[in-house]
């Protein structure tokens, strides 16, 4: 069981070729702008569609239009309180949780004083935005080893956004997850899925394979990978110890 996405490969539109299949990527626009959430019969984006294949707007012109269709508006606008919706955002644009306070701050007053279109266009076009994904990438969870740039993140918080897999749907709730955590500026927790038997997290029987990223011994700009293996009720003490020492975690696995 992984908990954690690391090795998503990045979609990306190669050079144009007259039989390409562009399926596969209209596919995962879809899924990752929609939050994996179902896309009935005619809800699809035709016209858009048609002006992909045809080479008249780019994949990140493609994101753009599933964010400012209605169908987006409809499932995470709509029916989301205000912070749902700029986590949601910052998921679905930018492949992460939003940073902090100032950041949910700055997107409630770009859609207060500017509207939903000037709200969706402020991530697609940021510089964040071109520098991960450029105009022909799909945006996919911003990890250590899929993305060409990442923001020092906190692990936690966009690991909470996660927290159903990244195959479950965003539109199952309209609560904001990290509100409270992001106002008082404190660390979000992280909560492992329960025992589907007992009820009860984990099991002392478990043990987990912890990989995560830190600067060598005896060097300040070389990075190594190390991996560790702990018991569930060790598994809090070493997340929390590896922040410490200022290690990225990259993933979580049960073994």
Known sequence: MSFW??????????????????NIIIRQAYKQVLGNAYLLDGE???TAESMFRNGDITVRGFVRAIGQSELYRS??????????????????FLGRAPLDQAEVSKHVQIYNNLGY??????????????NAYGENVVPC?????????LL????????????????????????????????????????????SSSGTPGSNKKRFRVKATKASVGSINRLSNQTYEVNYDQLNAKIKNLHRTGAKILSITEV
């Open 5 to 22: 996405v690391t090795d998503l490969d990045p979609i990306e539109l190669q050079e144009r070729q007259p039989n390409q299949d562009f």
């Open 141 to 149: 969870p911003r990890t250590e080893s899929n993305q060409r740039t």
């Open 44 to 46: 699809s984006l035709e």
């Open 117 to 130: 279109e000037a709200e969706i266009d402020s991530y697609i076009d940021s510089d964040e935005y071109i």
């Open 152 to 195: 020092n993140v906190g692990y936690n918080r966009t690991y909470a956004l996660y927290s159903g897999g990244y195959a479950s749907s965003d539109n199952i709730t309209n609560k904001a997850k990290l509100i409270a955590d992001l106002a008082s500026n404190k660390p979000t927790a992280i909560t492992f899925p329960k025992n």
């Open 75 to 92: 499932l995470f606008f709509e029916t989301c309180s205000q912070y749902r919706f700029i986590e949601m955002n910052c998921k679905h």
